[in-house]
């Protein structure tokens, strides 16, 4: 590692678009070698979760549902958005992984594990998306989408998900794959930890 890497720095920011979905930045920057770069737009979202419920016979809970981004059903994880309701609790992401998980599959899970955290895209987008693994789930009730969202359930099996994954024959959000990975990788440990 050098120190020849530093921030920019930022000499105007204004806020170019807000709704309740998204909010753009737009930064007037200039380099440690002082190339201006105006503007820069950066996507401020909130933090996001995503979820791998388990299912107590081994099987993984995955989503399909419209992506309006590209056009298709996709394949996915239990995920959303950190919400201002979600802070109230302590551990925000926690809350919004457990409330995520009730809204979109009707399940609870007496046990949450944090996998990992990642940054989405830390080049244009400020937020982090916290990965959960949910163990002891039961059933709790009914979904209750949000307004134009509409979730099918699909139990699966997570090496054959991988594999899919690996082979091309699914594609899906790239957060969404490393948190599959993650969650193999804890199980697998928790697994041998197990036999000894």
């Given at each position: 590692?050098?120190?020849?890497?530093?921030?920019?720095?930022?000499?105007?920011?204004?806020?170019?678009y807000e709704d309740r979905w998204i909010r753009i930045r737009s930064d007037d920057c200039v380099t440690a070698d002082g190339t201006v770069i105006a503007?820069?737009?950066?996507?401020?979202?909130?933090?996001?979760?995503?979820?791998?419920?388990?299912?107590?016979?081994?099987?993984?809970?995955?989503?399909?549902?419209?992506?309006?981004?590209?056009?298709?059903?996709?394949?996915?994880?239990?995920?959303?958005?950190?919400?201002?309701?979600?802070?109230?609790t302590g551990d925000a992401a926690l809350a919004a992984a457990r409330r995520e998980l009730r809204e979109e599959t009707g399940y609870e899970a007496s046990?949450?594990?944090?996998?990992?955290?990642?940054?989405?895209?830390?080049?244009?987008?400020?937020?982090?998306?916290?990965?959960?693994?949910?163990?002891?789930?039961?059933?709790?009730?009914?979904?209750?989408?949000?307004?134009?969202?509409?979730?099918?359930?699909?139990?699966?099996?997570?090496?054959?998900?991988?594999?899919?994954?690996?082979?091309?024959?699914?594609?899906?959000?790239?957060?969404?794959?490393?948190?599959?990975?993650?969650?193999?990788?804890?199980?697998?440990?928790?697994?041998?930890?197990?036999?000894?």
């Open positions: 590692m050098t120190d020849e890497l530093k921030p920019w720095s930022v000499t105007a920011s204004r806020i170019t503007p820069f737009h950066v996507l401020d979202y909130p933090d996001w979760i995503n979820v791998i419920p388990v299912m107590p016979d081994g099987r993984v809970l995955l989503t399909r549902e419209y992506r309006h981004g590209r056009g298709e059903i996709v394949l996915g994880l239990v995920a959303g958005g950190v919400e201002r309701s979600d802070s109230n046990t949450f594990v944090k996998l990992l955290t990642s940054y989405p895209n830390a080049a244009s987008h400020s937020n982090a998306v916290t990965s959960w693994l949910a163990l002891g789930l039961s059933k709790a009730g009914e979904p209750s989408f949000d307004p134009g969202e509409k979730v099918e359930l699909l139990f699966t099996d997570l090496a054959a998900i991988l594999g899919d994954l690996q082979s091309g024959a699914v594609i899906m959000q790239s957060m969404h794959v490393a948190a599959l990975y993650a969650a193999e990788s804890w199980l697998r440990t928790q697994a041998s930890e197990g036999l000894k």
